[in-house]
């Protein structure tokens, strides 16, 4: 029974690069922090030590650096496909070639046109893949979104064995540090107003839902986002639930009116769904 | 030759509390991450095992919470003021207590009174400590406050010794993760509103200065705090200088008009002063 | 076109769990981190709101406690057997259930019985899934690996585009900070002795290889593993490549005979590759 | 009424290297990760944005790689040595110097001379200042000792307040993550095998103590390091307390005979204290 090998892929990661655009007083500014990777049948380099197929990841991140200088990207998704459309007509023996991208969110300070600040401790991301028969798969989303909601979250009516001894509430904090990424059915977008668009959409749900569970409100914001943008065939959505438990002050002679609570890291719930369309014709 | 305790403080830290005001239909939500502290004579604990003047660390993270319960502090320096005042008044072994507290930027999120998103990535942050014979000092500032300048940085005529290869430059992005502190010169303050005025200070001068150094711009927005709040004794400046270093991409047939750089996190720059007033009468 | 809810999972993740042994004057300790899902048809909770069919993630954290007290486990594989059992014998709803541990390594301090540090830095995992038709997947690695070879390390031949500028070595430096996972072919194992065995020859390979490349040794080091284990059917490793950098020195007037480095962080390569036996009967 | 520069330093922070001895076939490895820095009268930097008495912290990373080529220093606190007595020379302007350096415990793989693993997850520590004036402080220490008593710790006979609901104890956990540092009386000494007795004394100590507190522990190790090595002045210990929280099993019908904990990160208690010689001559 041999051994053989399976699955596989390298690259460069946390390639960080800052490209500052000078077009007349106003300057701006992108941060992107850059993974690529190569896999296909790489398997002489694995057993016999032959490197003659391998692009150096030094390559690749040099790649990085050159490609940001030459490009007039309108987006990261932009620079993502192109990224990923070089390293596939430049390296025959890939099957595939895929970056993924993690901005920081600069933003001007307030009545100056060069210097900033962060915008905010959300991080946009994008992931590009390209296979050799052509096929792009673009996908944008973000991380660490902290969401909190102080009023119409309940949890009541869920299953008890002998083990469940949590009580019932109408009325729970209901905080959550999301992670969202969604799947465009096209390649040549606008992919920062789409971008806007989802993430309003998802916000604002969250914001307004009259929830009965994580999953639910979970649902319903995918599903806005779903409804009012067509460009996109499914959105994918990590909301882990941070507890904030309320605390018990009744040995202090204090009442607590849902208004004293610890905010918890761990243990945390973890409750993640893709929502799509039926008709999907971008099925990983 | 004897052994002895030298100087030393017991507490409790990461005390986490979350106050919900529902004040109406609109609620207001404070995040808070406490630290106690108490010093004094404990020598017969540590020496002795004798635990009869050791409030427990358990204890102090209930007064958090009790406390944040009753009070109707205007701000996160109220609060700890009050935490200090109890501290002192029921531990009369020792002889200070103190408080840092560092609060979570929650803001609402448009248009809804009772679902919140982080603001930033800065927290804020003070620090009060009160002696049994009723000296407060109390501090404020932040943490994580990121700021970049695309122009107006400059860096030369810098000594020169054999190992020294830097070149000199007139024009560099200046980044930089900075962290302040100032103190206050009473304790009856809108601490909200002087936070304000001082954080404003410090960000617009960063962004207007003509760099010649780090230094150079640190004593600037600390001496613009000073000169526009006279409720403060000094201000702390902590600004790590983030180099981006210009790529060269003459290797690959391409100028680079400072428009591609490297962010990297090390090794940094560490840059740090305090600037006060001559007749400084808070002086530690 | 309908919306509908994709793949789905929920649970409770970080759920520490610290078990003592305290059968006769010496006790053992055992840490774990336990993260627990459940995956199935979950839709009427998504979509319409209906808690009926949701166990409380708080009681997946309660069980997880409870069967600590109660189980006998020899391993945390055994114990994450245990888990998912009770998982889906007590929720009907559920396709799957899954469980993954991350555990301390705690180990005694020379000479004394019960007191404890720290073994290394390096983490064991485990994670086991049980389908409702009865399937156990067992898998075992560890995470955060530190490894470096100061000899036998080249890396030259490689592919050359006009981006290219790494200039080959016979002699580099070869740093790792390696995750390994490896799947079982079984679930009635002596899993501690097993993966004693594994990592040895893991370990032992990664030294005693003459690389040509992460990509070579990567290689090496799984096959190696299933050379001499058979009750596992692969072997997934991740081999980021922590560059050394040569500091040049010359600017200094000294030479640098592979003996002065800069240790990096990022960039950094990425590796990544399962190898397997040809008639693997538990591919994913 | 003036503004004026306070105190202040600058210098370079997260200098990593890395030093391969390749002495005959046996290879050592040394990685440090160095911060220097200067302070004195550097008035006319910040207030003028006169540079000529900056030295670029880009030289002072410099500096670190050429001495660490050079230097034959039997120890990381003798290239402290070595380093603050080069910036003070070179650096006339300069009040102090200081350098703090932390190494990575890399060990070699049983069996082979050129291939390491990391030891422990415990890093140590130096810091070594120079006056003009001549005085050397060399001081030393660790950072991350994860220690764990399972006997012989009893917490009780504390304070009540009218806030504490702590229940004594004569059999808890004791964990901590300790910090340490230890300031030698001269600067001709054997640091490493120094280090070894004193951490041996700390740790012994630690479980072998029939501990009533965490601050009698403290002290017992600081005091037992002061006994058994006299070339060090005074030992500083920060011991937090990592509560171990017994988990209430009854409602699930079982007991809980100290068996099964949950570990915690926060809140915790913080306990610290320097532990010194009556005639101590080396007070800071």
Redesign the interface.
């Known amino acids: ?22 077009e007349g007083a106003r ?1 701006e ?1 992108f ?1 992107w922090n850059v ?1 690529v ?1 190569l896999a296909g049948d ?1 398997r002489s ?15 690749m ?3 990085v ?2 490609l ?3 490009c007039s990207a309108a987006s990261m998704e932009d620079f993502g496909i192109e990224l990923v459309s070089h390293f596939i007509e ?2 025959s023996h890939a099957d595939s070639a895929g970056v993924r991208i993690v901005s920081t969110p ?1 933003k001007h ?1 307030d ?2 046109s ?9 991080y946009d991301t994008t992931a590009v893949t390209l296979s050799r028969d052509g096929l792009h798969s673009v996908s944008s989303g973000f991380e660490k ?8 979250s309940a ?12 009580r019932e509430t109408q009325d729970r ?1 209901f905080g959550t540090l999301a992670t969202g990424e969604w799947r465009y059915t096209g390649t040549d977008l606008d992919y920062n107003a789409l971008r806007r668009r989802i993430e309003s959409a998802l ?2 749900t ?3 839902h009259d ?6 409100t ?2 319903a914001m995918a ?1 806005a986002a ?2 009012q943008v067509n460009e996109i065939a ?1 959105v994918h959505l990590q909301m ?2 941070k507890h ?1 438990n309320l ?1 018990d ?1 009744a ?2 002679g ?1 009442d ?24 999907d014709r971008w099925k990983e």
Not at 1 to 19: D, H, Q, T
Not at 114 to 122: I, M
Not at 263 to 278: C, F, N, Y
Request: overall charge negative; glycine content about 6%; hydrophobic content about 35%.
């Open positions: 029974m041999a051994i053989v090998l399976g699955e596989n892929r390298y690259g460069k990661s946390r390639v960080r690069v800052m490209k500052v655009q000078r300057h500014v941060e993974e990777w790489f380099c694995f057993e016999d030590g032959d490197n003659s197929c391998i692009l150096p990841t030094d390559t991140k040099n790649t650096y050159s940001a200088r030459d430049t390296n600069w300070i009545g100056f060069d210097a900033f600040t962060h915008a905010s401790d959300k979104l902290w969401l909190l909601k102080t009023a119409k949890f009541a009516g869920y299953m008890n064995d002998r083990l469940t001894t949590l904090l916000v604002t969250f914001a307004a929830s009965l569970s994580v999953q639910q979970l649902y599903r779903l409804d499914d882990p639930n904030c605390v002050l040995p202090f204090q607590n009116p849902n208004e004293i609570f610890v905010p918890t890291d761990e243990p945390h719930g973890s409750i993640e769904a893709r929502v799509g369309r039926t008709d």
